[in-house]
């Protein structure tokens, strides 16, 4: 079983900015739909953004304009730029992907998750 592995989580103060980083199997990255969710003690795990293999993007809509997926594909890389963060973003982050094209139709996999904690 493939491993995602995130990196990245802290702490950080209202308004402050961190970078979560997801290495990945390239022919991952390439085939599937990554994404990064986010979930808290006791509720359902909620996609944040997620991009198709074909370059498709879609942002939970009280992120958008302040978090931004992007993949560096030369260095097996999936990153997850978050500014402006509040309390409210305060979360276990987890990088998945799924919905993945032939040969790896049907398959999906998640990291461990990272703790990413705003406060004052």
């Known amino acids: 079983q493939a491993q995602l592995v995130e990196s990245g989580g802290g702490s950080v103060q209202p308004g402050g900015s961190l970078r979560l980083t997801c290495a990945a199997p390239g022919d991952i990255i390439k085939m599937c739909t990554m994404g990064w969710h986010r979930q808290a003690p006791g509720k359902q795990r909620e996609m944040v953004v997620e991009e198709s293999s074909d370059g498709y993007t879609t942002y939970l809509p009280v992120v958008k304009g302040r978090f931004t997926i992007s993949k560096d594909n030369a260095n097996n890389m999936v990153y997850l730029q978050m500014n402006a963060l509040g309390a409210g973003d305060t979360d276990v982050y987890y990088c998945?992907?799924?919905?993945?094209?032939?040969?790896?139709?049907?398959?999906?996999?998640w990291g461990q998750g990272t703790q990413v904690t705003v406060s004052s």
């Open positions: 998945g992907a799924d919905r993945c094209t032939r040969p790896l139709r049907g398959r999906s996999y």
